[in-house]
């Protein structure tokens, strides 16, 4: 045998090793991806601690041991950790312990000033809005009470800004229900918006800009007081939310006492980089994942609290197949929480939000720290602002940017997403006004950041961050960059890592095994040619340019197309040329079924190609009896109607949708007869409790008004009542005990499923209010 012989198989065996290397390593990386589904794109990115495991710059260090993340305190503890959950209220003895209605913030009282060596150059806040009242989409079913926020108005109008503008009126909205309308809002009844900022939330947003002004003027005389120019030196951001712009206007007075016009810069909506509102694909998938039975730990959670989310169903009403209540504690605890908040009384037979309290601060902390995919989930997500912050420090280091105080009015959602990447090493839910700072100092030609949290220094579980009291800013900034570049090619660090060395020393094995006996000089451009009559796409990179060699392979991916190479050798210096193809029967009708650049009905026989996916979609719905949702096609619209019906909370009566079982269970309602006359006029109602409002809110023809409903029970109470009657107990549940204010709220309580109380129990009262309708005016006092 030739001595050419033996090269040449010296040459394949040592192919064969990298290409059963790169197999070998591809598996193990595969081995490394926890909980989630193996094999998955999911799982290819939540493994991002081993991708880029390289550099421990860009690692997920896990949070330390607390009882915040231990399920097992969550569930059979005892207390709610000494957090406070029931005023606005922090003694000055405990400030700086957790309060989830008024969160710790910079203080005069308590700040720490550094060394006089730093000076402050620059200051940016980002806060979570203050105490507010709950989301509608937190509601239970049947709210034994209604919430009214008549202490307060919300303002909203529109002011010119033109050489000869003309005055405005200060118009605000205030609530009210109308006795016209049928149709009966799901969960909370009352004259606020759910969700707005509640009046104690105001005042918490004013005492909170009033104590950073004595912190960063009258303390550290950074900026600049209030008869100064303090408009060109201090700016303000809100979100699209209405919320974060009503404690706004509440902080700046507090902090400059400003009543006139201040702008409050904001993003479009859709694209707000602070709420954040701009769409991630990626990180939308990675939390759905946290949040799903694929990680163990939620998992478990979930599969330990199933006996505790039967009883608060049954307290609440909420029936047990709504997700929007059963995928986590959030909507529990946002009820919950914002009740016992502002004093208000838990539904009958709830003592008290213990285990919903806990539990939805070990749900925030599996979340955004204690999951390995919650850095990159968190980051994805975030990650714009993040950018935005750093050049801030940018801006202001090279003398471009003449802002010294930025302030961003925000949500939990932001600031969680923010300690996430900071790597908090004991996470909690923010709470009502949680507060993060960044302090940027200069000392002898040098740049440091302090971080504080609720007005202490953060401590983060990253080693090169620590306690952030004092970190060089070129540090900070090399793990914000590095972050930004890690999430933006997050794909190609998959290839990189998993795929493309089995990619890559597999087609090179290819090629130099196709090349093996042809002459010296062909090969030096081995090529694999494509069948006749298929549709071909060339891309040609060196080795020395990695980028373009990541984004082919990342378009491989994206498009499943066949890949063949062709191997180049020159002088100093290997390529490979990649070659697609698509075959023009299947494999060209499975590309533009697949592209997004097609939007193709495969249904019909001719497969029109839409221009939109909405085109599409529309097509589907109006032609195909399509539920996009279920991805399912009916053989009418009466099947597709019923389809809606059973599974996607449809009104079959008007045909309206609706968030869940329970609020198309409220919404029935307005559907049924009226059978219940006024004790007082003709009109008829469907409930007595809406009878009642249509006489408390005094549209009844008789003159009825809150006041007179009030004092003829009150009368009621002189006249029939039990001897020493307290007159505080007129609206009292006497079968829970239950406070109300009001007889249509004692009455809606009594019609709900929230306790065994009977409207019939009110049946004497009812006669008395009959019997003195002609003397109304009487009672009007």
């Given amino acids: 045998m030739s001595l050419a012989w033996f090269r040449c198989r010296a040459r394949l065996l040592a192919l064969v090793a990298v290409f059963l290397f790169g197999t070998f390593f591809c598996l193990t990386q595969y081995a490394d991806m926890g909980s989630l589904r193996q094999g998955s794109l999911l799982a290819l990115l939540s493994s991002t601690p081993t991708l880029i495991g390289s550099d421990p710059k860009l690692k997920w260090y896990p949070p330390s041991e607390n009882k915040v993340n231990s399920l097992k305190g969550a569930i059979d503890g005892e207390g709610t950790y000494g957090f406070i959950f029931d005023s606005s209220v922090t003694p000055d003895e405990k ?24 000076e402050l150059q620059y200051v940016e806040v980002i806060q979570r809005h203050h105490k507010r009242t709950p989301y509608a989409a937190n509601a239970f079913p049947v709210e034994s009470y209604q919430w009214n926020c008549d202490n307060q108005g919300l303002y909203y109008f529109g002011r010119q800004f033109t050489d000869e503008p003309k005055p405005n009126a200060q118009g605000y909205w205030k609530g009210f229900i109308s006795d016209i309308n049928p149709f009966i809002p799901s969960g909370w009844i009352g004259s606020c918006q759910f969700p707005q900022i509640t009046a104690e ?11 950073l002004y004595e912190v960063y003027h009258d303390l550290l005389k950074f900026i600049p007081g209030r008869n100064e120019d303090w408009r060109s030196k201090v700016k303000f951001r809100v979100t699209n939310n209405q919320i974060t712009s009503q404690v706004a206007g509440m902080f700046i007075n507090g902090m400059y006492q400003a009543t006139d016009s201040v702008p409050l810069h904001i993003q479009q909506a859709g694209v707000d980089s602070l709420e954040p509102q701009y769409k991630c694909s990626v990180g939308s998938k990675l939390s759905s994942a946290i949040k799903s039975s694929s990680n163990a730990e939620w998992k478990k959670h979930l599969d330990k609290t199933k006996s505790l989310y039967k009883v608060l169903d049954d307290i609440s009403g909420v029936p047990a197949d ?91 959602g932001s600031v969680s997403r923010l300690l996430s990447i900071l790597q908090i090493d004991v996470m909690v839910w923010p709470g009502m006004g949680s507060e993060v700072v960044f302090e940027l100092y200069k000392k002898g030609g040098k740049y440091f950041v302090r971080v504080l949290f609720s007005g202490k220094t ?47 020393s597999h087609f090179v094995l290819l090629a130099l095994l196709q090349g093996g006996a042809q002459s010296r000089h062909q090969r030096r451009t081995t090529t694999h040619q494509p069948p006749t009559g298929a549709y071909r796409r060339t891309v040609t990179t060196q080795n ?35 070659q697609f193809k698509l075959e023009l029967l299947p494999a060209m009708r499975a590309h533009v079924a697949n592209s997004y650049k097609h939007h193709v009905c495969t249904h019909c026989d001719h497969g029109p190609d839409y221009e939109t996916a909405d085109d599409l ?34 009104c079959p009566t008007c045909q309206r949708f609706f968030d869940s079982p329970s609020n198309l269970m409220n919404h029935e309602k ?49 006249e029939y009542g039990p001897a020493g009657h307290d007159h505080e107990d007129d609206f009292r549940c006497e079968n829970c005990g239950s406070y109300f204010n009001r007889l249509s709220a004692l009455l809606q309580h009594a019609e709900s499923e929230t306790c065994d109380a009977a409207v019939w129990d009110f049946y004497r009262i009812f006669v008395h209010i009959e019997y003195n309708q002609d003397a109304f005016q009487l009672f009007d006092y």
């Fill in 544 to 578: 020395k340019n990695a980028s373009s060699f990541q984004r082919l392979l990342f378009h491989l991916f994206h498009h499943q197309l066949t890949p063949e190479i062709q191997l180049r050798r020159q002088p100093g210096r290997y390529g490979l040329k990649l």
């Fill in 95 to 118: 400030y700086g312990t957790y309060n989830w209605c008024n969160m710790p913030h910079a203080r005069k009282r308590e700040y720490k000033k550094p060394e006089k060596e730093y």
């Fill in 201 to 211: 939330g105001l005042d918490d947003s004013w005492v909170h800009g009033k104590d």
């Fill in 322 to 412: 709504d997700e929007g209540f059963h995928e986590s504690f959030d909507h529990y605890y946002d009820n919950l929480s914002a009740r016992q908040c502002h004093a208000k009384p838990f539904p009958c037979k709830l003592v008290d939000g213990k285990n919903s309290t806990k539990l939805g601060q070990w749900e925030y902390s599996q979340i955004y720290r204690d999951a390995p995919a919650s850095l990159a989930a968190s980051a994805t997500s975030w990650g714009v602002w993040i950018a935005e912050l750093a050049s801030h420090f940018r801006q202001v280091m090279s003398g471009k940017q003449d802002i010294l105080y930025l302030h961003n009015f925000a949500h939990d």
């Fill in 670 to 718: 307005v559907h049924m007869e009226k059978n219940m006359k006024c004790l007082a006029c003709p009109r008829m109602f469907i409930s007595n409790s809406a009878m009642m409002l249509h006489l408390e809110h005094g549209t009844c023809e008789s003159g009825a008004n809150l006041r007179v409903i009030q004092n003829v029970v009150a009368d009621w109470y002189e």
């Fill in 458 to 504: 953060l401590k983060s579980s990253h080693p090169d961050l620590g306690v952030m009291e004092m970190v060089p800013v070129e540090r900070l900034l090399d793990y914000f960059d590095g972050l930004a570049a890690a999430w933006k090619t997050l794909f190609v660090y998959a290839f990189e890592s998993c795929l493309s060395c089995w990619l890559a």
């Fill in 617 to 650: 979609n529309h097509h589907l719905e109006e032609d195909h009896n399509a539920c996009l949702e279920c991805n399912e096609m009916f053989y009418d619209e009466e099947d597709l109607i019923q389809h809606d019906v059973d599974v996607h909370n449809r």
